[in-house]
């Protein structure tokens, strides 16, 4: 591998890693006081937006007819599209009802979820220490269900299962991560229209033509939900998986520091112990992707 090309790849899977958890947790919680429906319906309709222009600007359309052609892969992406709404309105619902911390818990476990499924769906090989690591989240999940029921982060859990069975999904029908976003988004569109006219009609919505400042920086949604995505995305083709998803770390770490530091998140004793078990588990996995790359 071209090490100018590699190091390229580093810095944008950095880059969009940061990204996500920092500029977006900021962000997201910046406009949280309009509401986390609204708020998943403004990410929604102007990452729809925001791919449709990326879409003509890069030259896809062929890419993308081509695509819509295929019924299977339509009916997959419709399946993945939920999977990923459903994935905003939780991660978004947590910003703002101030569980960053939880919603960090998902990330940090969301890699060791997909080891093990892909080992379930697809029969890859399973390392001894990703087995290890498999276990120690079962544990810690298992130690917050018996010592404190209340203290399970059901949020971060939720976050973890629906972007992991996302990427699964995803990784059956190997699509361009943009366009099959587009699809997804525009399987989700009508829905969002629709909600959108409800909470209008209620006079629940902030976005308004009479405060086009507010409006433009709830139109913003779509390129802090995209703009991190292309960066990333490059970046894992041109470092590859292993390094990328080492990197990755640093959104879950991010979220974590700044529920925590920032936002004041409470931290008893019970969920710092899961934590540190999950800290331990991530270890290790980082360790095993760094000794096969």
Do not use: C
Not at 252 to 279: C, D, H, R, T, V
Request: overall charge positive; cysteine-free.
């Amino acid at each position: 591998m071209n090490n100018k090309n590699f190091n390229k790849g580093i810095f944008l899977t950095a880059l969009g890693s940061f990204w996500w958890g920092f500029f977006g947790v900021i962000y997201f919680k910046y406009i949280s006081f309009a509401g986390h429906i609204e708020v998943v319906i403004h990410r929604s309709f102007w990452t729809t937006i925001t791919l449709l222009f990326t879409t003509f600007f890069f030259a896809k359309w062929k890419i993308f007819f081509n695509l819509i052609k295929d019924k299977y892969k339509l009916f997959v992406l419709l399946i993945s599209g939920l999977l990923i709404f459903s994935n905003w309105a939780v991660w978004i619902y947590a910003i703002s009802t101030n569980r960053v911390i939880d919603a960090s818990y998902g990330y940090f476990i969301m890699p060791i979820i997909s080891i093990f499924l892909g080992y379930f769906f697809f029969k890859e090989k399973i390392t001894n220490k990703g087995k290890i690591s498999i276990y120690i989240v079962i544990i810690s999940i298992l130690y917050l269900l018996f010592v404190d029921f209340k203290t399970i982060p059901w949020i971060g859990l939720l976050v973890a299962v629906l972007w992991s069975v996302y990427n699964l999904i995803r990784k059956k029908i190997n699509v361009d991560t943009d366009i099959g976003l587009l699809i997804e988004s525009l399987f989700i569109f009508p829905f969002v229209i629709v909600a959108f006219y409800i909470i209008t009609q209620n006079n629940f919505n902030d976005f308004d033509i009479s405060n086009p400042a507010l409006m433009l920086i709830l139109m913003l949604a779509g390129p802090m939900t995209v703009i991190p995505l292309f960066l990333y995305v490059r970046g894992v083709e041109l470092s590859g998986l292993g390094p990328a998803g080492m990197i990755f770390y640093i959104t879950p770490s991010l979220q974590f520091l700044l529920g925590y530091f920032l936002f004041n998140e409470p931290m008893n004793y019970e969920k710092l112990l899961s934590f540190l078990l999950i800290w331990i588990a991530v270890f290790i996995y980082l360790k095993d992707l760094y000794e096969k790359n």
